[in-house]
């Protein structure tokens, strides 16, 4: 049996206790997550999070280190996402950016408005990222190398 796994970043931005999230509706339902998605054949992860960011936030995205890589298997399936999730910051948003057509919002909020709120996270990744983001235990960025 053939094992595919999907590539995926996702940026934990953070500005005075508060995260910028989205806000999507996969199959309907309404939930958070971080700016976030798959890595395009040709694109390093770096690549990836800032094209990410960009197209769900519509705010260029500054990486500064790497939170961690997680791997977790969607319950019930066997589709299992690698997410390479990174720390950094994001400017103002950009006026002629337009948002991904499956982004309905953004949002800065606390963890326990994440956690506890009306909307529920998209998979416990979210808060295992913001959760990891916190701590010391982040890693330098030239860990990442692409070769040609």
Do not use: K
């Amino acid at each position: 049996m053939s094992w595919s796994p999907h590539v995926t970043v996702a940026a934990v931005i953070e500005q005075n206790g508060r995260f910028l999230v989205v806000e999507e509706a996969p199959d309907g339902v309404a939930v958070l997550n971080q700016p976030a998605g798959h890595v395009e054949f040709g694109e390093s992860m770096t690549d990836a999070v800032c094209r990410e960011v960009l197209e769900e936030t519509a705010r260029e995205f500054t990486p500064q280190d790497l939170v961690g890589i997680y791997q977790w298997t969607l319950p019930g399936t066997e589709r299992t996402y690698l997410r390479f999730c990174f720390r950094g910051t994001v400017g103002e948003p950009l006026p002629d950016v337009r948002l991904d057509p499956d982004i309905t919002a953004t949002h800065w909020l606390d963890r326990a408005q994440i956690a506890d709120g009306p909307l529920p996270p998209r998979s416990p990744l979210v808060l295992r990222c913001i959760d990891d983001a916190g701590s010391s235990r982040t890693v330098d960025l030239g860990l990442l190398h692409v070769l040609a």
